[in-house]
């Protein structure tokens, strides 16, 4: 079909527009290109005519500042200091040996270190930087950068590294930083690049371990040019890195001080929390170590004599430790009874001094027994066939659900290396683990917390804050991050009779204060601050009938590691509770006479923000507590934070 003279013009014009779209686009995409050409070959011909001269362009992490830790009145706990180091990138160094050799020759080398930095070398990537010396003077790194052009791949490097003021104080709960290993590497899925850095600190133990991915922070990056030798030219980009997260504690620093520093002669445990609000205000396990130790790569000798000690500086008793809870379980007891209506304020128990089941004879402390006794009493004197006679009509099924409302048999939730569950035991849990069945003297030893229950001081104090309180009052070591106070959940109701409660709060106040009770002579004499307690003591051996019939042996004629577990518990002040306290010394013999004393004493430094009056004590150890309290400000650091290390 032929086509008409307008539809021949209408498809020219369409053609020569399409054309003139097109050329326009292809002189605009020249214009561009020839645009870019120019900038590349006039504006950076001398950075592109250095990089053609085997200069190359190298992308170096920035590793970030970790961040830092607080106690709850703005002291530093852990923090980064500057420090000068040596590094070398193998990749970029003609003959590795001879560059060590030469810069043997200006900085004195650790063989050590220096074997150490060679291994990993050989198993890192050519382009990372490995240190060769960490922690070198300002005079060291001004020779190295004198001497630069004669030590290819070698750089001085200024890098931050974790120190710890306060020595041994917060050794256990903050734990400590180390170089990044293979082990580490192992344990995650898609590790951060800048975990591949060698010598990278990460957290080890303790806060620092579990808070890591906070703490850590993110890595920047540096764009630098490198000459054919290794040497950097200059730094061509740079984009920061992130700092980590900083944390604020709820422990008190004074506290923890004075708690570690009073139990400096023992192998002990001692947790102090806020009642109200659950705030951990000291957490202290003795003997300590310095965390700065570890930093670095501790040395043979240190390890080993943190190993051997007999009195284990290395572990945290105050979480990791579980001890029979001995007559401080009673509280639990008296309170399962009490709910249960198996007991009531008026019913007693007749004590000979023993009772015996299925033909098993247990014993009272008191050989003599307590007469008849009720829950006050019972408490007041730390009666124990009170406790057996209960315990068999309560049955252990319903002293442990009590025992777990009270927080024992719990694992808490602490950003802590370790933190251990403890037992409470039951009939299912023997069956299943010991694949025994239960006996009545399982209960009867249960009942004075022997046998199967163990219990953290961390536990016993959490315990102790319940029945101060009847709330469910929740652990708590983090109070703000970056500034930010942490929500505090408000802590509901155990649901359980306040007026068991208070029965078994004045027992534990006859406990102190009655001139019968086992911790009379460790009261507190001030009527407004006066605590409620409870002493108890742990068998770790069993004493035989044998033994007994030629005669028991005193804790004192026996070697340190089979003499009894020394505990105590209380809440203060009696009418308005602020903290509670717990204690434990391992091997402490009795609670009376090796817990007692100690938890007053931190009791009252709690209460007081500082050296309580000698008033506040009884006046036959005015003269005892003067000299305790001279002794101990000496170990106190001063208001810099940078003490004497006790470990």
Not at 84 to 97: H, L
Not at 138 to 156: C, F, K, M, Q, Y
Not at 599 to 622: E, N, V
Request: charged share 25%.
């Amino acid at each position: 079909m032929k086509r008409s003279p307008k539809d021949t013009a209408e498809s020219v014009r369409r053609i020569t527009r399409r054309g003139l779209i097109l050329g326009g686009g292809m002189v605009g995409f020249m214009g561009l290109l020839g645009a870019r050409m120019r900038y590349m070959q006039v504006d950076q011909a001398d950075e592109f005519r250095l990089l053609a001269e085997e200069n190359r362009v190298n992308i170096r992490l920035i590793p970030p500042a970790r961040g830092e830790i607080f106690d709850r009145n703005g002291r530093i706990i852990a923090h980064n200091e500057q420090a000068y180091r040596i590094v070398m990138v193998r990749e970029d160094a003609d003959d590795v040996d001879e560059t060590i050799r030469r810069l043997s020759r200006l900085v004195q080398l650790d063989p050590d270190e220096l074997e150490k930095a060679l291994a990993e070398m050989k198993r890192s990537a050519p382009f990372l930087p490995i240190t060769l010396a960490d922690r070198v003077s300002w005079e060291d790194i001004s020779r190295v950068a004198i001497n630069a052009p004669a030590l290819p791949g070698i750089t001085p490097e200024v890098g931050l590294s974790r120190n710890y003021p306060l020595h041994d104080d917060f050794a256990h709960v903050v734990g400590y930083v180390g170089p990044v290993s293979d082990y580490d590497l192992s344990k995650m899925e898609d590790p951060d690049q800048v975990l591949r850095i060698p010598r990278f600190q990460i957290g080890k133990v303790g806060l620092e371990a579990k808070m890591e991915d906070e703490l850590r922070g993110k890595a920047g990056a540096r764009r630098v040019e490198v000459n054919a030798a290794g040497r950097v030219m200059r730094e061509l980009s740079r984009q920061e890195g992130v700092e980590g997260t900083n944390l604020q504690l709820t422990i008190d620093h004074m506290l923890q001080n004075y708690a570690q520093a009073r139990m400096a002669d023992e192998s002990a445990a001692a947790v102090v929390m806020d009642v109200r609000n659950g705030d951990i205000l000291a957490i202290a396990s003795t003997p300590s170590f310095d965390p700065n130790l570890f930093v670095r790569g501790i040395s043979v000798g240190d390890y080993k004599a943190l190993t051997e000690n007999k009195y284990r500086p290395l572990a945290n008793k105050t979480v990791q430790g579980t001890y029979p809870p001995g007559s401080t379980f009673k509280m639990v007891v008296a309170l399962a009874g009490l709910e249960a209506g198996v007991v009531n304020a008026d019913k007693t128990y007749y004590c000979p001094g023993h009772l015996t089941v299925s033909g098993r004879r247990f014993h009272c402390w008191k050989g003599g027994g307590h007469g008849h006794v009720n829950i006050e009493k019972s408490l007041q004197q730390s009666c124990d066939v009170f406790y057996y006679e209960l315990a068999m009509e309560v049955g252990i099924e319903r002293i442990t659900e009590m025992a777990q409302r009270l927080g024992i048999g719990i694992r808490h939730d602490l950003p802590m290396s370790a933190v251990a569950q403890g037992l409470t035991p039951t009939k299912a849990w023997k069956q299943e683990v010991r694949g025994e069945s239960w006996l009545i003297g399982d209960t009867v030893n249960s009942a004075i917390g022997q046998g199967f229950v163990l219990a953290s001081p961390l536990q016993l104090a959490v315990m102790t804050a319940r029945i101060a309180t009847g709330r469910d009052v929740k652990p708590r070591l983090i109070k703000s991050i970056d500034t930010v106070e942490q929500e505090i959940a408000e802590a509901a109701s155990l649901g359980i009779n306040e007026n068991h409660l208070r029965l078994v709060r004045h027992g534990m106040y006859q406990v102190s204060n009655s001139q019968r009770g086992t911790a009379y002579s460790n009261r507190i004499e001030p009527k407004e601050f006066r605590m409620a307690g409870k002493t108890g003591t742990s068998q770790v051996r069993n004493i035989t009938a044998a033994e007994r019939a030629r005669g028991v042996f005193r804790n004192d004629q026996l070697p340190w590691e089979r003499r009894d577990h020394a505990l105590f518990v209380d809440f203060a002040p009696y009418d308005n509770p602020r903290i509670a306290v717990s204690i434990v010394v391992e091997h402490g013999s009795g609670g009376s006479t090796a817990a007692a004393p100690i938890a007053r004493d931190i009791t009252l430094q709690a209460l007081f923000g500082d050296d309580p009056p000698l008033d506040a004590y009884p006046r036959k150890d005015h003269g005892r507590i003067q000299t305790q309290q001279e002794k101990l400000r000496e170990m106190r650091p001063p208001e810099d934070g940078r003490g004497r290390s006790r470990a």
